[in-house]
């Protein structure tokens, strides 16, 4: 089974698209991880028919790509809470069981264009809410490395999907590690892009100014073709701006400086985490870069701002969903009722708890102290990212402090199973882009390097990132199969 883009590229040239997605798809048909809500076999068998009768990426004799787009034939997995035209769109909850959107998001549009076949729609926590994908109304998804582990989340049915080779690359989403957090546990490579670089046209909203969509693959290479694609400007996301196109990332670490914020390797980091972070650091050092500890004294309070700030902005943007035009509908009754009760029975108990937090924060009287602080404090939080790359170009850091947890050991302690996010969440108040690469194992799992950068500089993160997987191996090591 081919791991990259470039490999299942040249399978797809020998033997045709139909052929390699549908072993792709047998493959996700028979795994046990429940990595996929929906499979969405009909339409990419279609897309590979087509692929294979336009001959759309084959090599024509002259070394030319044909014209079928960079991912022509490729299988690509799309987390759930991205629309997707005439496949079901759940976001991993029942409120919204039965939804087909009528339109793509952006990205998909980029994708397709580009001849990428969408196999199917990933498991998630509900609503992006949660850092295991246990959240959600699905079941939750399995660890490829030890399945009674969960893959992180909330985008953990596209890591654990590509960890066990059931696509080459997926697309998630990140709004407070939700991408870099499943791609650590997973051991596989994910980029969560600076907040603006990637449309979220069509991204089912969590908290608007810190979601963000991107990538997983299972190499740095994968990871900048794959942002090159979805990135650039949209007109339908006023948030969004033109981007520089990655191409290729570069190896070169002579001159770069490695900042190491202390900050990020606080108490309860595992000291298998630790130490591979670190041995990572020195790795790079001995490519050519150097590296100073720095300062980021506001790191903790990160958490605390996030989840007001994100729980906030939460209970406006789910109001949205009571079940009149679309999703889950029970008995009619009084408007009243029946908007109660579609909600009491379509979210899960986490989506209602940072509704009800998130409503509080917003609330008379509570507005300026909670809210309004969080705002105020997520200022001091980018102060700290700016004034740390005025001496360093990028930012080096363990992903997780901790490999994958089991399976229902934290799920019944919300406040435990939220720090797990302490070293992701600045990234997201701040803005700033950051990518997880796996550096080792600990406890038998695997370890991420997290490697942030400046606004709009994915370019620097990646060639670090693509510099430290050249002179390693860890990108090479996959699950047994299950």
């Known amino acids: 089974m081919a791991w990259g883009i470039h490999e299942v590229r040249e399978e797809i040239r020998e033997r045709g698209a139909v052929e390699i997605v549908s072993r792709y798809l047998d493959k996700i048909e028979k795994s046990r991880l429940n990595s996929f809500i929906t499979i969405a076999k009909d339409s990419a068998l279609l897309q590979a028919r087509r692929i294979d009768k336009e001959d759309r990426g084959r090599d024509k004799g002259d070394g030319s790509e044909g014209e079928g787009g960079r991912l022509a034939g490729v299988p690509i997995a799309i987390k759930d809470n991205i629309s997707t035209r005439g496949i079901l769109t759940t976001c991993a909850s029942r409120i919204l069981s039965g939804y087909i959107p009528p339109y793509?998001?952006?990205?998909?549009?980029?994708?397709?264009?580009?001849?990428?076949?969408?196999?199917?729609?990933?498991?998630?926590?509900?609503?992006?809410?949660?850092?295991?994908?246990?959240?959600?109304?699905?079941?939750?998804?399995?660890?490829?490395?030890?399945?009674?582990?969960?893959?992180?989340?909330?985008?953990?049915?596209?890591?654990?999907?590509?960890?066990?080779?059931?696509?080459?690359?997926?697309?998630?989403?990140?709004?407070?590690?939700?991408?870099?957090?499943?791609?650590?546990?997973?051991?596989?490579?994910?980029?969560?892009?600076?907040?603006?670089?990637?449309?979220?046209?069509?991204?089912?909203?969590?908290?608007?100014?810190?979601?963000?969509?991107?990538?997983?693959?299972?190499?740095?290479?994968?990871?900048?073709?794959?942002?090159?694609?979805?990135?650039?400007?949209?007109?339908?996301?006023?948030?969004?701006?033109?981007?520089?196109?990655?191409?290729?990332?570069?190896?070169?670490?002579?001159?770069?400086?490695?900042?190491?914020?202390?900050?990020?390797?606080?108490?309860?980091i595992d000291t298998g985490v630790e130490k591979a972070v670190w041995n990572a650091i020195h790795t790079l050092e001995g490519l050519g870069a150097s590296y100073t500890e720095v300062g980021m004294p506001h790191t903790k309070y990160a958490l605390a701002a996030y989840y007001i700030i994100a729980m906030s902005e939460a209970s406006s943007n789910l109001a949205r969903f009571d079940g009149m035009r679309y999703g889950l509908r029970t008995e009619d009754k009084d408007w009243h009722t029946t908007f109660s009760q579609i909600r009491a029975a379509g979210f899960g108990e986490e989506v209602k708890r940072r509704i009800l937090l998130g409503t509080y924060a917003l609330s008379a009287g509570y507005h300026e102290k909670y809210y309004l602080k969080a705002l105020k404090v997520r200022t001091l939080i980018r102060n700290d990212f700016e004034h740390a790359f005025k001496n360093v170009d990028v930012l080096a850091a363990p992903t997780m402090p901790f490999p994958a947890f089991r399976i229902g050991e934290r799920i019944s302690d919300p406040l435990t199973l939220y720090l797990a996010d302490v070293d992701t969440v600045a990234v997201n108040l701040a803005g700033v882009p950051a990518v997880s690469v796996p550096c080792g194992f600990t406890q038998g799992l695997p370890a991420g390097l997290q490697l942030i950068g400046r606004h709009f500089d994915e370019k620097t993160i990646l060639s670090v990132a693509y510099a430290f997987e050249q002179s390693t191996d860890f990108h090479t090591k996959h699950p047994e199969a299950l």
């Not at 582990?149 to 939700?178: C, F, N, Q």
């Not at 990637?198 to 900048?224: C, E, K, W």
């Not at 996301?237 to 033109?242: G, I, K, L, P």
């Open 104 to 268: 793509d998001a952006h990205v998909i549009t980029n994708l397709l264009n580009e001849g990428a076949v969408i196999v199917g729609k990933t498991n998630m926590d509900e609503f992006a809410m949660g850092s295991s994908t246990e959240t959600s109304a699905y079941g939750a998804t399995r660890n490829p490395w030890a399945p009674d582990r969960v893959p992180g989340g909330s985008s953990g049915g596209s890591a654990a999907a590509v960890a066990a080779g059931e696509v080459p690359v997926a697309l998630g989403s990140d709004t407070g590690g939700s991408i870099r957090c499943p791609a650590s546990f997973c051991g596989i490579a994910g980029l969560k892009p600076t907040y603006g670089a990637v449309s979220r046209y069509g991204l089912v909203a969590y908290a608007s100014s810190l979601d963000q969509i991107g990538p997983f693959a299972s190499n740095v290479s994968d990871l900048a073709l794959l942002f090159d694609i979805i990135s650039g400007m949209d007109r339908q996301d006023s948030t969004s701006a033109d981007t520089e196109k990655i191409g290729e990332p570069e190896a070169d670490m002579k001159g770069v400086r490695i900042g190491v914020p202390g900050e990020y390797f606080g108490e309860g």
